[in-house]
């Protein structure tokens, strides 16, 4: 990742909206024509410049197999470009219409357990199959004919959130494509068989034919069929994307986005799909239930910068209030929305939208918020969307501006993938679960950090965090020891380097790619019974996972005192060369994992940063200046040192600002 | 609902059994014949006046499709004519014969994820089955012919538990009729696409051929087609139903029925079928585990009465003891069926029969109780039986006489089913909870109440509660302002009024239907975490759900102390027209519940009853005497400030009644 | 069972393996040639005498149908005959080609809701299928052909693990073999209708064609229908195995086996695969998280024992360390993997084996323990397993003893089958759970107890112990009354002799096939609330399940002393003949069983054995010499008052043995 250039252009960002984006989804097709005159003024007075209209409208735009109705959105658009309103015109092919259903009922997903999933609700088609995709493309085509030339165009919005809720199918087209795909990366069964490990268990292919998709079966499947599937999902959703791109940019030289869920779909190895996009867009939508939502809102932000590689990116969907799919929406409380609308700004985001403009009646999510609730506009929300409208005005200075980070976590969507298969050491072993422990640890130090992708560029970090990076392959493996070599610090977290990118262990014991520089051998696994703990040394206590750790070379810095590994080591240091590599055998949690972060912190000389809990600062760095995000998580005023003038007031604040409880500022550092 | 009016007559009772009816489903093709005459002797002995026949004997009357063996059965129906022992003869169309399955593997019935459920239990077919239909209509016209004139035959008994335990089919002719039914109701894809807000998510309907039943999908599919199918699938079963009975009808004018679950199958919207009976029949089995059955009982009691529409009813199946279907069958106490009986008796019950006359020594359920168990005459509970008997026929003069209550609750399965479709507010929400909550309340107050649909007469109550009537239409919405205008009490649970009978949502704000009676906004729900508890004023404690509610002329009663809604009205009381309207916006249960309750009995003029917790005390109205039934369920005896003639022991208690503990008395009163 | 007669030969024990067999499952298909003569040298080391071999070969060893590759394994027998190594040749039939599921789709078994299962794991075929029958004993044919006389070959090791996972398919070729069966069985439908009770739920047959397996339907199925099903479905699996070793036979004098998993394989009932082995040969693996797993352990071996009836038999499998395919795979800790080894030959194992020889690197099973684990040989592991490939040879003189005990236990599948299905009266009767809960205390009261079938000979016992036999025929009832009679002493929990081998409840009273004996009849089931506990008189505590008692010469030990049978009989004796049969009527663990089983041993003349809890001793009877197994569970050295030389160490004991914390002793006894 590099960092301090910034990338403008027509072709990377909103054409024609100026400063930071504001608005959201927008459905008018569910409602008569005359309250779209009603919306465009309503907008006017949120201070919205930029919607997303045709998510869901393939069967309005197409009511018959190649006879298109245009009439209503010719009408809208026009409307929003009079109001100065732009528009993210979606390809709407998350939803087919239901006469190519009819058509082609082969178009219908179907589960690993052979169930046929019927239209209903959205996003239930089959990526492989050729009538989906021929009809994606001419309705594709003709959006693109008409409205390439439009005014009111300023980005092309393509399908939605792929590959969520479904990641994948195990029809017999998917099949087939899935065997194309195979034949493409192995070239031969043989070289499939040496891959997948078929001697085991006895699952030798003879021929291509023979390759189906890893349904239902028995007992446990082949782990590495498995693994590559999920990589092939992926892809065959990216051939879905590549393909309406290139049939937009064959009529279009306006910006091309599809929407991603960084942190909430795990089904999309989004590494792979940050370049295909000119500009990042993400999705992302609290857990309301969470105790502290707005740390994972943070990592969702970062994990989205790292995907942009580092460039302002847009939040292209996030809500006023509740949403309406998890067990129990929690309304969010006042201050709440511009809190976190800050907060993703202040990681890089340019752009703050909504799903939705103006809540449904009818269907699905008529009880998720929206910008214009039932209440209307006598309600607290709406008013604190005029207000959030009106403080982006005042932060549009900071467009473009960059962050910066001297700590990395390692984030890899295939040793997710590969860790949470079936039958690993533990059911307690959990990917994210590492990720988020280590990333609230170094929330909570107020560290900003970045995301890497495990074959990354680590040469401007001073501290590299891995957590359960179970799938090393012997290049990731390479950068990290080369990063140690070259005196950087590395913490990693167990059950990383196991096995290689066929989900094979790395010979010669665990952990196989970072044994040299971890300098230790594990012997044995130790998985730990259900809420049983271990005291180590130090007064910390792990849980979930122990392991027989056999150093060579490397230091204990703390030891079991209890458990099936009692007197072994539980966390180590080596040197390396010119660096320290770190390990840490157990789960450790809060203040715990903390303890070991503060040592790790000192080893790499990242300094400590003296902030009061739950005030979150971030730094925006621009051209001609610098800009401090502070929000306040908190129920009490913060005072922070920090000197500038708040955007959001005007106020100066020459010998530290004052944020009030809930409350934000933004200062143009001095 | 109208009172005071008797409407006995041949065609609306069992014709030929004189005062209460007693008995149960009789499985005589279970035993050798030789134990047929040991039957009707023990039937004699326990004053068994009728038995259910023929339920589940479709394979043995049609052996082979066309022919017959009816032998058995015109000498089982002589031997109990024989024996005095009336007949209601079943159509045994619940169980089709499994050559009818070999012959039209098509009758078997599909599950939403596309299983196809095989024979081997009861009740597995499609509704919409012409093959099914066809071979139904020939066995119930078969029997109808042979038996109308028998001298045994007092009643019809149609099929059995229509819709339990299977309510729905997903096959391609059910999708058939779903779509016929669809075309009544709508006309034209047009009116379906509004009605169901098909420009939500892109679901638009161009022809009648593209709609199918909402199969397994991707992910939430469309409310209002979820709601239509469910109708579709209650009025489904009512047109199998209704097709046997006009069989019947052209062969005999005996009595139709067919036994209900009112309160234990969701699957049935019975305020459609009430009329449809000449004899309202209803099976109740107590939830074993439950604290306090008999409640559960006596809800049940009182819902099958309003099906009736008043009239006496027949209590068509419950049990002397354990069933066999429930996770722990806990056997019932000495002296329990007997107080079950008389309070479905005190209730509008005027018959008391039981699954089953003999126990089975086979088969899925030979470990449910029978009057007749495997321990046999030596047991408690065929001594039990048979005191039972006795006691009915002391209580023949009962017969005919009405229940009438001055509280009535409004229950809906409409608001049911759609209140608990996916992707609600909060999945604690739930339609039931709520009604048990205020009738457990209303129960122990000891008051009795009536249930009415949604757009019933109120006009005989003092008071009415409306606990989570989520869909409540326009025309719904009228009956209930007009009750409080003309100077009705009214009180409301949250999270009522809110969508109309597509499940869209009111607008201006909720709830809609109701803002204008309950004066007042609710700007946003405010869902609870989940065992999160909020305070209100007075010392009550609510969980599950808070709202933000904005008087509009309603006056706060109680306040939020905390949570979400902190300061805002919890409960509220609208003055509207010559009434008042309350307004409960959390979830209250027990003492906190009983709480409001008592405040809003006393603004409506109902006044406290004076009896000792859980002894029951239900009257019934006859045209020459009133009628006291204390059903005592302590454990300690109970005076009763009632004056009469106990019914069943001749006793006269002219100043105040002593039920021995568990016991009852059923006083004529002076 | 009969004692005291060792059957030795050539067809009864791997040929050409001296001593105590010790070896594990080899897979040299995984890893290049030139490993295997590390292999063979490491068994060298390790003592091993025998491994298993190709058990999941067949795609290797028919890579085209009906072209074999057969040179691998060649070279592979040659070079383990030179080392000393002897093979056990599997069947590779567990795990058919790709290519047979292309050329024949129907082998793929379907589930009870009709899910097709595909290949990619293991055990996934049709035992019914003729396409897979016919490839199986091709493959077979060849494998015999080839090396019958091949001087390495010592046993065979048909296919693996029959009926785990799988252990039914509902196919329409399993269909017609169901029908098949049960024409064999009943010979017309109308007997099927009255074994099957058809005449409940209307359920009647008219012909074979009508009777399908037990699908998924609406609700609970025909008892007798799922029984017979089960029954089916191990005699199916017993057919596929006859087929191959018949086909082995033609070829070979060598003994056949295949390997059971007596304690954790419920869809096979081994006593009618126990005489279809030459050897008995048994898989058991550690439940992990089990407090105590060595007890199960031991109850595996006593059962496996059993099947053998009482002849020596072979630990196929178990573990060196942690399985992978439990939620949470604990690691053994050092010396468990030698105490379970030992446990087992304690228990009349003549063989020690391992799934598996060396751990491979990927696929399912990755992360299983191994002889030569991922950490090679410098591994704790390794070295435990070349010390115990050394005691086994200190031990080979126990080779052909056999064990005794007083004590039976009765052990059926019918009733593990019967008791579970559903509509039991509870959900918490569970067969398994009260056998372990007999056994259990039995193990701590340090008796050795033999298993034995319902109607197997009991005249050696002094106790026998009957936990749940639900299901018991006339024939078993009569044994049980014939051995009281004769003198013996009978303990039977609730919920035994309820139904007979059809699932019908025996007529009279429950429970009806053991009144007699046990003198007294069960009025009423009395089943507790989920948590509920009875007080018993004598301070005991049940749960789960009570009684309504009337003895009929039975005299109470114990009473309820509350619940809902509060002063009836809760314990029983009933002197019947010379014996006398105890009756246990609620639900007893822990001390509560102890303390009766106490008072019964006492009753039976079974003496106590005074020894320090958890520490195992159990005693093999050889032709020249006894000796006692001595195996210290706990974390302190143990005295016991046994004298002899312990042949692992040679040590004498002339004064009573000291077995170190964790360890173990053999003694030949004085």
Known sequence: MTFGVFRPGASSWPVGVDGLVYGGDYNPEQWPEQVWAEDVELMRRAR????????????????????????????????????????????????????LYRAHPEIRPVTRDGVVLDRGSRATFCPSSPAYREAAARITRTLAARYSGHPALALWHVHNEYGAPLGACYCPESAGAFRRWLRTRYGSPDALNAAWGTTFWGQRYGDWDEVEPPRATATAGNPAQELDFLRFCSDE????????????REHSHLPVTTNFMTTNCRSIDYWRWGAEVDVVANDHYLTAEAERPHVDLAMSADLTRAVADGQPWMLMEHSTSAVNWQPRNLAKRPGEMRRNSLAHVARGADAVMFFQWRASRFGAEKFHSAMLPHAGTGSRIWREVVDLGADLVALREVRGSLVRANVAVVWDWESWWALELPWRPSVDLAYRERVEAFYEQLWDAHLTVDFVPPEGDLSDYRLVVVPSLYLTTAAAAKVLADYVAGGGTLVVSYFSGIVDGNDAVHPGGHPGALRDVLGLTVEEFLPLRRDERVALTGGLVGDVWAEDVRPAGAEPVLRYADGPAAGGPAVTRNRFG?????????????????????????????????????????????????????????????????????????????????????????????
Not at 60 to 79: A, I, K, M, V, Y
Not at 593 to 611: K, M, S
Not at 619 to 634: E, P
């Open 48 to 99: 919205v410049n930029l919607v997303s209209v045709a998510i869901h409208s393939w069967a309005l735009l197409e009511p018959r197999p190649g006879e298109f109705d245009l009439g209503w959105l010719d009408r809208l658009l026009d409307l929003l470009h009079g109001a100065g309103v732009a528009v993210n015109l979606a390809t709407p092919t998350v939803v087919p219409p239901a006469w």
């Open 237 to 248: 959703l990216l051939a879905c994307y590549r393909a309406e791109r290139d049939v937009l």
């Open 578 to 670: 010119a660096g320290s590599a770190w390990y840490v055998s157990t789960r450790l949690r809060g203040e715990a994992l903390a303890h070991v972060l503060r040592e790790v912190c000192a080893d790499a000389g990242v300094d400590p940063v003296d902030l009061p809990r739950d005030v979150e600062v971030v730094h925006r760095h621009g051209v001609d200046a610098d800009y401090a995000f502070v929000v306040n998580h908190t129920a009490s005023a913060a005072e922070v040192a920090l000197r500038g003038v708040d955007l959001l007031t005007g106020t100066a604040w020459p010998a530290g600002v004052t944020v009030p409880a809930g409350g934000a500022a933004v200062l143009r550092l001095e």
